[in-house]
C-alpha cells in the first residue's frame, strides 16, 4: 500500500498553497496527509479541511482519501467504504480503488473486493500490492489456484515481499502441499525475522503435521512479536494479529491436552477488541472451544495414544435406541469420527416417524466404513447439547469429522437451529435458546487442519414454521419454514476451508418424511454412503439424482463445499 500513497503525499504537499484558512495549511494539512498520524487526529483533521468548503475536485477527493485511511487504522470499514466511494467520485485512483478493496475483504464481502481489485489494476500500471491484495480475497472466497497466481505476480513485482511469500505459503496448505507451504513460509521469516505473521502460518502447518511442540512455540513467539512490535502495516486491522496468534495457539494447546493454557489462549482471544472478519471468525471459533475445553472432566492426557477398544459411556436421559458414544479420551490424529442424531418422538408438534430409522442407517453405513460414532436418538435439549459438546471436544484431533441430523429444524433471523424433541415453542418465551445453534456447531469445527461434512436431514415439512413466526411478532425475529443457505452464519461464524455442508432439499425448501421405513434422503444417502473409492462430492451427486426421481422433482438436495481437494468416505 505505501507506494500507492505516494501519488497522493505529492498531491497533498500542493494541496495546501489553496485558499484555505491558516490553521488548515498549517496544522490539519499535515495531520490529514501523513501516513504515520494517529488514527483520530487524522479523521478529525481531514473532517474539518471536508467542512471548510474550500477545495473541489481531486483535491477534494485526495481529503477524503486520506479520512478513508484513517477510519482504517480504527477498524471502521463502513466509513471507509462511504468516504473512498466519495473519492471515486470525485477522481478515481488506483490507490482509492485498492483501499475500497481492502476494506471490503476486511468486512467479508470478497466477490466486491475482487471487483475494486481489478477495477484498481485498470487505473494504473501493474502493481504487486494490488495483486497480493486480490490474493487474499480470492483465497478468502477458497479460490486458492487463483490466489497463488496472484500471489506469484506480487512476488515478481517485489521478489523480497515478506508478505506475500507467507500467503502464498497458506494457500498451498489449503491444497494439501505442506513442504510448499513450509517452504514459501520460511523465506519470509529469512526476509523478515521480526514479522509474527509467517510464524502463526507456520503454526498451523506444524498442527497439520501433528508437531504440537513447534507448533506452540512458534505460536509463542509470534505473540511476543506482535505485543512487542504492533504491525503498522495500515492495511493490517486493528488487532488481527495478536488474536489470530492466541487462537492458533489454543488449538495446538488443546489438541496436546493443555487445557489450561488452552483456556489462557482463548480468553485472551476474546478480551481483544476485532474488527475484521477474520477476527471475528477466531473468536467465534475460541469461544466454542472455550466453552468445551472448560466443561471438560478431566483434561486430555499428553500425547494419549489411540483408543484400543470401542468406547462407551452411560446413555443421556431419552438417548433411547442410541449405540454407544465415544468417551471424553481423545481422538488420535488421523480418526474419523461421526456424530448422528435423529429426533422423531416431537413432544409438543407432530412427531416424524422417520429420523431415527435414518439416524440407525447412516450410523451403520459409516461404522462400516471405520468410522468411530456417536449416534444419539429421540434426545432432549440436555441430551442432545451434551452429545454435540463431547463431540466437538473429541473432534479437535480428527482427521475427518461427519455431523449428521434428522429431524425438525428452523431458521430464525437467517441462523439455522436444530429441534430437540422436548422444545414447546410460545410466544414470549427464549425460542433460540431452546434449540441447538447450527452456527455453534460449524464454529466448534472450524479448523483448516480438519475436513468436516456437515448433512443436514431438515427441515421436514416444519410444523412449527407459523408458531416460530407467530412468536416473532412480539420479539423482532423473522420465522421460515426452511433452513438458510450458510451464506451468513452469525456473527464471525464462517464456512471454514475443508467444509462440506449438504441439506436434504434447496436453502429454505421443505424436507419429504418419506412414506417407507426412511425419507428420501437418507434412504438414497446410506446407500450411497460406503460405496468404495467414490469422491465425497460425487456421492452427494448420485444422492441428490436419486432423491430428485424418487420425489419426482419435488425435492432437490443441495449442498456448499470450500473442501479443498478429493475426500472418500470409503476408501478406494
Request: glycine fraction near 8%; aromatic fraction near 6%; proline fraction near 6%.
Amino acid at each position: 500500500m505505501s507506494r500507492l500513497l505516494v501519488a497522493l503525499a505529492l498531491l497533498a504537499a500542493t494541496l495546501w498553497s489553496a485558499p484555505a484558512s491558516a490553521q488548515s495549511r498549517n496544522q490539519l494539512g499535515p495531520l490529514c496527509t501523513t501516513e504515520t498520524t494517529p488514527a483520530d487526529q487524522m479523521v478529525d483533521a481531514c473532517g474539518k479541511i471536508i467542512a471548510l468548503k474550500a477545495f473541489r475536485g481531486e483535491q477534494l477527493a485526495t481529503v477524503y482519501f486520506w479520512r478513508a485511511v484513517g477510519w482504517n487504522k480504527k477498524g471502521d470499514y463502513a466509513k471507509v467504504i462511504a468516504d473512498a466511494t466519495e473519492a471515486i467520485r470525485l477522481q478515481p485512483s488506483q490507490s482509492v480503488y485498492n483501499l475500497r478493496g481492502s476494506a471490503y475483504y476486511d468486512k467479508g464481502d470478497y466477490d466486491i473486493a475482487i471487483a475494486d481489485f481489478d477495477d484498481a489494476l485498470k487505473q494504473g500500471p501493474p502493481s504487486g500490492i494490488i495483486f497480493h491484495n486480490r490474493g487474499n480475497a480470492w483465497r478468502g472466497k477458497g479460490d486458492y489456484t487463483k490466489a497463488i497466481a496472484d500471489y506469484d505476480m506480487s512476488i515478481k513485482a517485489d521478489p523480497r515481499s515478506a508478505f506475500s511469500f507467507p500467503n502464498r505459503g497458506i494457500s498451498k496448505e489449503a491444497l494439501g502441499d505442506y513442504d510448499g507451504a513450509l517452504a514459501d513460509i520460511n523465506q519470509a521469516i529469512r526476509l523478515d525475522p521480526t514479522l509474527p505473521q509467517p510464524l502463526i502460518n507456520r503454526t498451523s502447518i506444524w498442527r497439520a503435521k501433528g508437531d504440537l511442540d513447534r507448533a506452540i512455540a512458534d505460536g509463542s513467539e509470534a505473540i511476543r512479536l506482535a505485543k512487542e512490535k504492533p504491525p503498522v502495516n495500515i492495511m493490517t486491522p486493528p488487532n488481527s494479529v495478536l488474536i489470530s496468534g492466541y487462537t492458533h495457539r489454543a488449538l495446538a494447546y488443546e489438541a496436546k491436552g493443555d487445557y489450561a493454557r488452552a483456556r489462557e489462549d482463548y480468553n485472551a482471544t476474546l478480551a481483544i477488541v476485532a474488527s475484521d472478519a477474520g477476527s471475528k471468525a477466531n473468536q467465534a471459533t475460541a469461544k466454542v472451544r472455550l466453552s468445551l475445553v472448560t466443561d471438560a472432566a478431566a483434561p486430555i492426557p499428553r500425547d494419549a495414544p489411540s483408543p484400543t477398544t470401542q468406547p462407551t459411556t452411560a446413555p443421556a436421559p431419552q438417548q433411547t435406541g442410541a449405540a454407544p458414544a465415544p468417551s471424553s479420551a481423545p481422538a488420535a490424529r488421523g480418526t474419523r469420527m461421526a456424530l448422528i442424531i435423529g429426533n422423531g418422538a416431537y413432544a409438543h408438534v407432530k412427531p416424524l416417524p422417520n429420523p431415527p430409522n435414518d439416524a440407525r442407517a447412516v450410523a451403520r453405513s459409516l461404522r462400516d466404513i471405520g468410522f468411530t460414532v456417536s449416534e444419539g436418538v429421540d434426545l432432549d435439549r440436555a441430551a442432545m447439547q451434551k452429545m454435540t459438546r463431547d463431540f466437538l471436544r473429541d473432534a479437535a484431533r480428527a482427521q475427518v469429522a461427519v455431523v449428521y441430523y434428522a429431524g425438525h429444524g428452523v431458521q430464525v433471523d437467517g441462523r439455522n437451529y436444530l429441534i430437540p424433541v422436548d422444545v414447546e415453542l410460545k410466544p414470549g418465551t427464549g425460542m433460540t435458546e431452546a434449540m441447538i445453534d447450527m452456527d455453534t456447531i460449524m464454529a466448534g469445527l472450524d479448523d483448516q487442519v480438519r475436513t468436516n461434512i456437515l448433512i443436514f436431514d431438515a427441515c421436514r415439512n416444519n410444523p412449527m414454521a407459523q408458531r416460530v413466526a407467530s412468536a416473532g411478532v412480539n420479539r423482532g425475529i423473522e420465522g421460515a419454514s426452511g433452513l438458510a443457505a450458510p451464506t451468513s452464519l452469525g456473527a464471525g461464524a464462517t464456512l471454514g476451508a475443508g467444509t462440506l455442508i449438504a441439506f436434504a432439499t434447496a436453502p429454505g425448501q421443505v424436507a419429504l418424511d418419506g412414506e417407507g421405513a426412511n425419507s428420501p434422503f437418507s434412504a438414497a444417502l446410506s446407500r450411497h454412503l460406503g460405496t468404495p473409492g467414490l469422491e465425497v462430492q460425487q456421492m452427494l451427486t448420485r444422492v441428490r439424482a436419486e432423491v430428485v426421481s424418487t420425489t419426482k422433482n419435488k425435492q432437490v438436495p443441495w449442498s456448499n463445499s470450500s473442501l479443498l481437494g478429493e475426500v472418500y468416505l470409503a476408501e478406494k
